[in-house]
């Protein structure tokens, strides 16, 4: 009986550690609207390539006009990934190596993310993201564009 009572907290927080990471939210008592305004901060330091596409309209869900796609951002250290907005441009950003800062439109205080955590970017979102550290940051960003036009990051 005594050997199960350990077992299953023990699975439990085995558990814990295989589950998918999400990067650090805004910390309680710190979200509010307007916290973080506009950054006029140009791009610096970031390159953005995608890696690959696939055009929705001709998928099941038949979404005219959006593309789901991975990216491959490098941020180099002082780089500034510039202020833009997810409003129709949902996106999961997997952190591959490295740490960066994000100053959310709704967070009063600077969100840091590191490596193997994932970012989550809604329809609320908007933000700029920048490397204090002092190596390059790899980001994967899996997103739905909408707006052919939108180049922003």
């Keep these: ?7 299953a907290p023990a699975l439990l927080a085995g558990l814990a550690f295989t589950s998918p990471a999400f990067a650090g939210e ?7 609207a307007d916290a973080t305004k506009p950054s006029t901060a140009a791009a610096k330091g970031v390159t953005d390539k995608v890696l690959a596409q696939i055009d929705l309209a001709g998928e099941k869900v038949a979404l005219a006009g959006h593309m789901m796609r991975v990216r ?12 833009h907005s997810h409003g129709d441009r949902p996106a999961l950003i ?30 609320a979102t908007a933000h700029w993201w920048n490397n204090q550290g002092k190596v390059p940051v790899v980001l994967l960003s899996f997103d739905i564009q909408h707006d052919p036009n939108d180049h922003n990051m």
């Design 94 to 123: 997997y952190i591959m190596s490295g740490e960066i800062v994000e100053h959310a439109s709704n967070c009063a205080v600077p969100i840091l993310h590191k490596a193997g955590e994932v970012a989550r970017e809604t329809h």
């Design 1 to 7: 009986m005594f050997a199960r009572t350990l077992v």
């Design 72 to 83: 491959k951002l490098e941020v180099q250290p002082g780089g500034v990934v510039p202020w």
């Design 26 to 32: 805004c910390p309680a008592g710190q979200m509010r």
